[in-house]
């Protein structure tokens, strides 16, 4: 099983990143997607999440109206994107799978949002 994050990097307040996860090794379609962060001194925390057939999605409070989250079931992709990003974004961005008792987690991209 591989969750690949992808798309992060260092943005100015107000601009925009789009993170993908690449998935493999498991049946996708069959998960449910999310993305968490966690910001240095923090916990974990969820961001967006995304059922498996992409129909029914959830976001924290900080992020409604600002980040989108979808798949790509025929690419086995999750995406996240991130507009009017603020100082208060910056975090290690994760990508998770997760189906009853199964839970995989991706590595991890980096988004700094800095003047």
């Known amino acids: 099983v591989q969750l690949v994050e992808s798309g992060g990097g260092l943005v100015q307040p107000g601009g925009s990143l789009r993170l993908s996860c690449a998935a493999s090794g498991f049946t996708f379609s069959s998960y449910s997607m999310s993305w968490y962060r966690q910001a240095p001194g923090k916990e974990r925390e969820l961001v967006a999440a995304?059922?498996?057939?992409?129909?029914?999605?959830n976001y924290a409070d900080s992020v409604k109206g600002r980040f989108t989250i979808s798949r790509d079931n025929a690419k086995n992709t999750v995406s996240l994107q991130m507009n009017s990003l603020k100082l208060e974004d910056t975090a290690v961005y994760y990508c998770?799978?997760?189906?009853?008792?199964?839970?995989?987690w991706g590595q991890g991209t980096q988004v700094t949002v800095s003047s």
């Open positions: 998770r799978a997760y189906y009853g008792f199964r839970s995989y």
């Open positions: 995304i059922a498996s057939a992409g129909g029914s999605t």
